[in-house]
């Protein structure tokens, strides 16, 4: 079974800030998905990435497939921001029907 | 397209009923996916479906829960019976093509068993 695991758990922000958010896993994957959660409840795919970095707007995502890690950055942060966001991997080895997930980082962004 | 529709948005019920959510998934997705979601345990898989067949249940907690896909657009999760430990937010989650593609969630179903 992958372990993910995610620091910080909690982080505190002034608005403008440059923000990273760090995920860990201990098996080799297919996949990993940043997801973020709203306040009031609702999840939102952010990205799904296999390799490299993608960005869009101020969030730029990167994974290191050979170091097993992958950080979530956000740029200018601004209150808006302020969710939980959780890291997800899907194991690869030929069965990729397991997703598992880290406990999640809960930001928030003070103006 | 509305999105990931979940019925009820909020469901009480006593221990020992039967309780059923509801799920339509965006059209055109062929995959969907159940979730459960507690303060405790986080965010777990609970079962797949791929073009409405059960991939994956091994995330089904016991015997109580049962989920079927009878049709590309409609997915139900049933208890039966509840337990208090049920209670939680339920998730449905769409895609096209499993985990290898961007999920869309539903606003999620909260469940309290008394």
């Known amino acids: 079974k992958n372990e993910v695991e995610q620091s910080p758990q909690n982080l505190t922000a002034q608005e403008g800030e440059f923000i990273t958010i760090n995920c860990s896993y201990s098996v080799g994957i297919s996949a990993l998905h940043w997801l973020q959660q709203h306040p009031g409840g609702g999840i939102v795919s952010l990205f799904m990435?296999?390799?490299g970095k993608k960005k869009h707007g101020r969030l730029i995502a990167t994974i290191n497939i050979q170091e097993k890690h992958s950080s979530l950055h956000i740029t200018a942060s601004h209150p808006r921001d302020s969710a939980v966001y959780i890291c997800a991997v899907s194991d690869s080895g030929g069965s990729n029907y397991k997703l598992t997930f880290g406990k999640g980082t809960l930001l928030t962004v003070n103006p | 397209d509305a999105g990931v529709i979940q019925s009820p948005r909020h469901e009480v019920t006593e221990m020992g009923q039967e309780v059923t959510l509801r799920c339509k998934p965006i059209?055109?997705?062929?995959?969907l996916f159940w979730y459960r979601q507690t303060m405790m345990r986080g965010l777990e898989l609970l079962i797949y479906?791929?073009?409405?067949?059960?991939?994956?249940d091994s995330g089904m907690p016991e015997d109580r829960f049962s989920a079927k896909m009878p049709n590309a657009s409609f997915s139900t999760l049933k208890i039966q019976p509840s337990e208090p430990r049920d209670s939680a937010v339920y998730f449905c989650?769409?895609?096209?093509?499993?985990?290898?593609?961007?999920?869309?969630f539903g606003p999620g179903t909260r469940l309290t068993v008394t």
């Open positions: 479906f791929n073009n409405n067949v059960p991939i994956d």
């Open positions: 989650a769409s895609s096209f093509e499993g985990f290898e593609n961007e999920q869309y």
């Open positions: 059209s055109g997705h062929n995959s």
């Open positions: 990435l296999s390799s």
